[in-house]
């Protein structure tokens, strides 16, 4: 069973884009949910699912990433060094990563969105803010690119079926 790893921010979370991400996924593929400070995450478990402390996410342990949406996102997870240096470690390893909403600045901000075209909020501050990393704005609700998909959260639907597509198709893991 293929494993996801999914990154939330401890508190401010965007809980209903969560939920329906991991309805799509919870059925194919092994979930666990890290977070930068699970002291603060509070009551936020999920059936069997809770939040770890992002130091023991080991991406060889995993065959993607997703970085989720919430006001909690930009405050906590925007410019955190453990994050970034995990996405750089799948990016290097060529496993998936991907950012839903604010999750896609994230990305953005470890340096695999350069040069690339992304899907964020239509927001003049995200928008500007992608570009401040290199990246290229579309208004689409879902950009696949290779191994990074970001959605801008218009349809979480489409961005859980992107990810789960790719892990479904992706050969050799």
Not at 86 to 96: V, Y
Not at 119 to 137: C, N
Request: proline share 2%; net charge negative.
């Amino acid at each position: 069973m293929k494993r996801l790893a999914i990154i939330v921010p401890p508190q401010r979370l965007d809980v209903a884009m969560l939920v329906t991400c991991m309805g799509v996924w919870r059925k194919e593929y092994d979930l666990r949910i890290f977070s930068v400070d699970t002291r603060r995450v509070g009551v936020m478990t999920f059936d069997d699912v809770k939040a770890e402390d992002l130091e023991e996410l080991h991406n060889e342990c995993f065959d993607a990433v997703a970085v989720m949406d919430g006001v909690g996102t930009k405050d906590y997870l925007w410019d955190d060094i453990k994050v970034i240096a995990e996405l750089q470690r799948f990016d290097k390893a060529r496993k998936l990563i991907a950012g839903l909403g604010l999750g896609a600045i994230v990305l953005a901000q470890s340096g695999v969105l350069v040069g690339k075209q992304a899907a964020v909020g239509e927001s003049a501050e995200l928008m500007v803010k992608l570009a401040s990393y290199g990246a290229i704005f579309v208004p689409d609700d879902v950009v696949t690119l290779k191994w990074i998909i970001t959605g801008s959260g218009k349809d979480v639907e489409a961005f859980a079926q992107a990810v789960s597509s790719w892990l479904r198709n992706r050969s050799g893991n």
